[in-house]
């Protein structure tokens, strides 16, 4: 399998699911994905902010430009 081949198969298997966002300023975002596009731009649903590990705000949806993307990783469903 290809590196773009994985990478589209990863997008396919967290989309709708919860995930963590953590941007280059080092704030993380956690929420359900609801989309991911090309260039990293990102939209969440149900969408807490955290800032040095502790919750600041919490926001319904959310957009984040994909220049301000550190990385994106899956998370355990909240219960």
Same mark, same amino acid.
Do not use: W
């Given at each position: 399998?290809?590196?773009? @081949? +994985?990478?589209?198969?990863? !997008?396919?298997?967290?989309?709708?699911?919860?995930?963590?966002?953590? *941007?280059?300023?080092?704030? #993380?975002?956690?929420?359900?994905? +609801?989309?991911? #596009?090309? =260039?990293?731009?990102?939209? *969440? @649903?149900?969408?807490? @902010?955290?800032?040095?590990?502790?919750?600041?705000?919490?926001?319904? #949806?959310?957009? !984040?430009?994909?220049?301000?993307?550190? =990385?994106?990783?899956?998370?355990?469903?909240?219960?």
């Amino acid at each position: 399998m290809s590196r773009k @081949e +994985a990478l589209s198969t990863f !997008i396919q298997q967290i989309h709708a699911r919860p995930v963590v966002v953590k *941007l280059n300023s080092g704030v #993380d975002y956690r929420g359900v994905l +609801a989309c991911l #596009d090309g =260039y990293m731009n990102i939209a *969440l @649903e149900q969408t807490e @902010e955290y800032v040095n590990g502790q919750l600041k705000n919490k926001f319904g #949806d959310v957009f !984040i430009r994909g220049n301000n993307v550190l =990385y994106i990783s899956t998370q355990k469903r909240r219960y």
